[in-house]
């Protein structure tokens, strides 16, 4: 099982937004919406940010965001803030009956 | 408060064996999925295996096939990887994280993670 594919960095002013996509096949990505998205701070461990494409736990701002179309799921953050430089990365239930990650993307709040 | 905390992790020589335990506390732990999932140093975040809640389906990454076997122990809270076979590759934090319940009908791999413990495989 290939990872999915993500941008290695993306970055952005405070309290602009910044777009992550998240690029897979009709096998994972594209074959379900099951696509989740974690945040991970440098010696910390990953944290759920938005699972089953666009769907927030309890306690996650609203400013994240998720979306679909195709073989591409994105996030999106909006109004960013210092807090959100991190790395990011997305995951996918597979025909397979697995779980893929995507590489990872290094947020950078500029 | 949910917890989970990882142990057994260590150096071992290649071809070597580990066995990992994730203690887990602040929730009915028999009615979760239960994961794993390694991150290489510097590395990025690597799904290796799931559990269902009652032990039934097991789920493994290709790369950890027939080398790695997860098990739990609802009684004692305790979810277990022991791993076999060890190779450089293999070296990583492993972390275990909380699926969705069993009945949400949910899915996703992590709503809580340990901290991890680190396995080193040296040749």
Known sequence: QSALTQPPSASGSPGQSVTISCTGTSSDVGGYNYVSWYQQHPGKAPKLMIYEVNKRPSGVPDRFSGSKSGNTASLTVSGLQVEDEADYYCSSYTGSKNWVFGGGTKVTVL | ?123
């Open chain 2, 1 to 123: 408060e949910v917890q989970l905390l990882e142990s057994g992790g260590g150096l071992v020589q290649s071809g070597g064996s580990l066995r990992l335990s994730c203690d887990a506390s602040g929730f009915t732990f028999g009615n979760y999925w239960m994961h794993w999932v390694r991150q290489a140093p510097g590395g990025g975040v690597v799904w290796v295996s799931r559990m269902s809640s009652d032990g039934r389906t097991i789920n493994y990454a290709d790369s950890v096939k027939g080398r790695f076997t997860m098990s739990r122990d609802n009684a004692r809270n305790t979810l277990n990887l022991q791993m076999n076979s060890l190779g450089a590759e293999d070296t990583a934090v492993y972390y275990c994280a909380r699926g969705p319940r069993s009945d949400s009908g949910n899915y996703f791999v992590g709503d809580y993670w340990g901290q991890g413990t680190l396995v080193i495989v040296s040749s």
